[in-house]
Every structure is written in structure tokens, then in C-alpha cells.
């Protein structure tokens, strides 16, 4: 198995509050890796620091091989944010062009993976509407979509099914799972949604800045002697015992 993605004794502050202590987390080439944990855990912290947006205090984060943060790794990985980034004044398709125009791409490729991209989260239809007049729901589907278009090995989602509805989630998971098995992408996603989290590789529990507990959601019931993984977390955080 190749590691794509190390977080090695990782820490960081904001003022006087700790927000990470001492995290380190493995995920491998071929995975979906579920990051799960109440409110202000760390896990988009965490996440910014993957993407190389943020900097740990002490420790290190390396995508494919590389320290973080890298200006070259954009170009493999792919980051959809807890709250979108888009331009409301374009249309979904302008919106595609634009942040595939940033990476390497022939013009032909690049209008085969807008309309993948597109497709995928349901939206080839309504491309030609200005972003201004998408619903919430619509907006975090076309920027999934974006966070795929340059075809990213390393797919780093925060949240990214708040807002969908539930067809569109089983798909967007069904694909997510396919990315994982036929094209060996490495997917790393926060979600508060239990049955999400079933379907992830392995689960790192986050609390108060430190990872509770880490493992694949049998292993993790297993340990826990718990029935569901709600069970999990609520016995490792101590709130159940
Ligand atoms: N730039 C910042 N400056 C100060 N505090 C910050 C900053 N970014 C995050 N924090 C704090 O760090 C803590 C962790 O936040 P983070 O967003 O990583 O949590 P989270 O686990 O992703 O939460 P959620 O599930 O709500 O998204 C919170 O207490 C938050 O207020």
C-alpha cells in the first residue's frame, strides 16, 4: 500500500487555544478516509493544513511525498471547502472553466472533464444559469464537481454532502466509492452523518484537538464492544461509558 497522505506529530494554536496536539494520521493510496467529530474538533484545521492552506506550529504534513504546503501539489489534489468558493456572476459552466483553466489541461480534456464533472453531480442542466441563482444545494454539487475537474489523485471533501438530498448523496458516495476502487484516488472526507462514515476505509475520531481513536468502523465497534459507531465516538469521547 502506498501512503499518500502522512500528518506527523502535528500542532497548532490560535492564540492561547490549542486546536491540534500532536496528530498523526496515515491514509494510503486507495482509500476513503473519514475524519468524524463534534463541533470545532480540529477536522477542518486539519484539513487546511493537507490542502497547505494553514501551517502546523510543529509537526509536518506530507501529500504524495511532498511537504506541505506546495504550490505544485494543486495540481493533485482536489479541495472542496466547508463553505463554497464560487462566482456568483457566472454561470456553473464559467465557474468550471475558470478553475480548470488553472491546471494542465488540453482544451478537448478540459471539456470532457467539465461535462464528467457535470454529470456527476447532476448538473449538466443547469450550467448556463448564473451561480446567483443556484440553491445552496446546487452550489456545494458544482463545487464537489470542481474539486474533481483536473482529475486530483488526493480528493480532500469537508462536509461535502451538507445540503444534498438523498438520492444525490447515494450517488455522489456510490462515485466517491468508485473513485476509490477503479481509479485508486485517495479520499479524505469530514462528515457528522453516521452512515456516511460506515462507508469509509478507515475513521480517525477527533475531539478537542487529539484523534480518540483510529481504525476501520469494525475494527472500531469491535473495540468498543459498541453496535453502531454514534455508540463509537460517544464511548470514546467519554460521554457514554
Ligand atoms: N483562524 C482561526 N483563528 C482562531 N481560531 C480558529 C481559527 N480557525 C479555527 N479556529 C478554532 O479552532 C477550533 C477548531 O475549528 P475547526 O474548524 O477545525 O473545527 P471542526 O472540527 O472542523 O468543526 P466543524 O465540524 O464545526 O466544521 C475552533 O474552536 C475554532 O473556533
Not at 475524519?35 to 477536522?43: D, E, F, N, R, V
Not at 443556484?134 to 461535502?160: C, F, N, Q, T
Not at 479524505?188 to 452512515?195: G, L
Request: glycine share 10%; net charge neutral.
Amino acid at each position: 500500500m502506498k501512503t499518500t497522505v502522512s500528518v506527523r506529530q502535528v500542532s497548532k494554536s490560535f492564540g492561547k487555544k490549542t486546536v491540534l496536539s500532536e496528530v498523526n494520521l496515515t491514509m494510503e493510496q486507495g482509500q476513503i478516509y473519514g475524519l468524524i467529530g463534534p463541533s470545532g474538533a480540529g477536522k477542518t484545521t486539519l484539513i487546511k493544513m493537507m490542502v497547505g492552506m494553514d501551517v502546523p506550529d510543529e509537526g509536518a504534513v506530507n501529500i504524495l511525498g511532498t511537504k506541505m504546503p506546495n504550490l505544485t501539489m494543486l495540481q493533485h489534489i482536489g479541495y472542496m471547502a466547508q463553505s463554497d468558493a464560487l462566482y456568483g456572476e457566472l454561470t456553473g459552466e464559467e465557474n468550471l472553466k475558470f478553475f480548470a483553466s488553472m491546471f494542465k489541461m488540453g482544451k478537448a480534456e478540459q471539456k470532457q472533464r467539465i461535462s464528467y464533472a457535470a454529470d456527476l453531480v447532476n448538473l449538466s442542466q443547469e450550467l448556463g444559469k448564473n451561480v446567483s441563482a443556484y440553491s445552496g444545494g446546487m452550489k456545494r454539487r458544482l463545487s464537489l464537481a470542481i474539486a474533481l475537474v483536473h482529475d486530483p489523485s488526493v480528493l480532500i471533501l469537508d462536509e461535502p454532502t451538507v445540503g444534498i438530498d438523498p438520492e444525490l448523496r447515494q450517488s455522489i458516495w456510490q462515485e466517491l466509492t468508485r473513485l476509490r476502487s477503479s481509479e485508486r484516488k485517495t479520499i479524505v472526507v469530514t462528515t457528522h452523518v453516521m452512515d456516511e462514515a460506515e462507508k469509509c476505509d478507515r475513521l480517525a475520531m477527533v475531539q478537542n484537538g487529539r484523534i480518540l481513536t483510529e481504525g476501520t468502523p469494525e475494527q472500531l465497534k469491535r473495540q468498543y464492544n459498541a453496535a453502531g459507531l454514534e455508540d463509537v465516538f460517544l464511548q470514546a469521547g467519554g460521554v457514554r461509558p
